[in-house]
């Protein structure tokens, strides 16, 4: 009698894991399907013959990253069609006489970030299908710049993002050890400049830091997307240096600070507003520094750096809110305040609220999460 009860025991235990095991097969299939919808919804309304600004290159990083959990070749031939558009190239003048570093969206700002970002799709591609003519540009343009003695390249934030893993990338391809070196060196300027000591958060650049720039109840002011622009960027740089690297340690320690500030920071609603400190400045729902922190955070989780007691549940939360707020039936990601650098007070962000950069982040955070389930036994 009692072998009998413990044969049903057993049985039922094997069951409840199979039925366990599932479940996770068909979450992972869910978050496969949700990043397939949003990304072909995204490719089926625009057309890859744009320029290579950042907005644009911000949408690749997301695709490719995409491409390389399920090798979608519509996905890879997407981004090699936009880089051909593009020459293969960022912003376009030759006369390095000229090359300039400050704003600026025509050709001779070679040097400014933004129209930088596009080479890590660049090499991305090359790694997969290597041509010299795929990376010519890049290495032109980077090993110019870290030939400079300049080491103020990156004064706002969102550049942290946009060439920090180009030089990670290019050192790993080229294994030019001044990449590492001029990386800390223009990582340690920006630091010096919006690094907040206190809060462990950056300052989308030196206009707003506290207490000249306060937000409307008086308090310290830190862009969602700003610090995600550099959370992200954190992780794409741990993720291809060395381990060896003797600045590694100082990425870490800048990383891991964030993740304990960005977690404290987020509403019940799964999102962080948009002026992470103050709700009420800018109130109500926004995806991209949403899903940029939820990818850093599914990323360290995945990579060993954070634990996954302390920081699951609020990667799951932002996930959910991702998954079934951002994410409308039609595949449109929703809720992304438009391109700018600041929360505003007033401006409408809604269901019909999307941009490219905001469907890449998108893309990043469900990548990892769907690496998460699939690391689970």
Excluded at 350 to 355: G, K, L, P
């Amino acid at each position: 009698m009692r072998k009998i009860k413990l044969l049903q025991v057993v049985t039922a235990l094997i069951l409840l894991l199979a039925v366990v095991k599932e479940t996770t097969a068909q979450t992972k299939e869910t978050i496969l399907s949700q990043l397939n919808l949003a990304n072909n919804y995204w490719q089926a309304t625009n057309k890859p013959q744009v320029r290579a600004f950042w907005d644009h290159a911000a949408y690749q990083t997301g695709n490719m990253e995409l491409y390389a959990l399920g090798k979608n070749e519509a996905y890879r031939k997407y981004a090699e069609d936009w880089a051909e558009h593009n020459q293969w190239m960022g912003a376009k003048s030759s006369d390095q006489s000229k090359w300039k570093y400050s704003y600026g969206e025509t050709d001779d700002y070679v040097l400014f970030g933004d129209w930088q970002i596009c080479f890590q799709t660049y090499i991305d591609l090359y790694n997969l299908q290597p041509a010299a003519y795929k990376i010519a540009r890049a290495k032109e343009v980077m090993q110019f710049e870290i030939s400079t003695a300049k080491n103020d390249y990156w004064w706002w934030a969102d550049g942290l993002y946009m060439v920090m893993p180009v030089m990670t990338k290019l050192y790993k391809l080229t294994g030019d050890q001044k990449y590492s070196e001029k990386l800390f060196e223009y990582f340690m300027y920006a630091n010096s400049i919006m690094y907040d000591q206190e809060e462990k958060l950056y300052y989308r650049d030196a206009k707003y830091i506290y207490p000249k720039h306060k937000s409307t109840n008086g308090k310290k002011d830190f862009w969602a997307r700003g610090d995600g622009w550099v959370f992200a960027g954190l992780a794409k740089v741990l993720k291809d240096l060395p381990e060896n690297d003797p600045h590694r340690k100082e990425y870490l320690t800048k990383y891991k600070n964030m993740a304990k500030a960005i977690a404290k920071s987020q509403q019940k609603e799964g999102y962080w507003t948009r002026s992470m400190l103050d709700p009420e400045h800018a109130p109500g729902a926004e995806t991209s520094g949403t899903a940029f922190f939820t990818y850093g955070l599914l990323w360290g989780i995945n990579n060993g750096h954070l634990k996954a007691k302390t920081y699951l549940p609020t990667a799951k939360k932002a996930w959910k809110y991702l998954s079934e707020t951002a994410l409308q039936p039609d595949g449109k990601i929703g809720y992304v305040q438009p391109i700018g650098e600041k929360a505003i007070p007033g401006q409408v962000v809604n269901a019909s609220s999307t941009s490219n950069f905001g469907v890449g982040a998108f893309l990043l955070a469900g990548c990892e999460m769907y690496r998460y389930l699939s690391d689970q036994k």
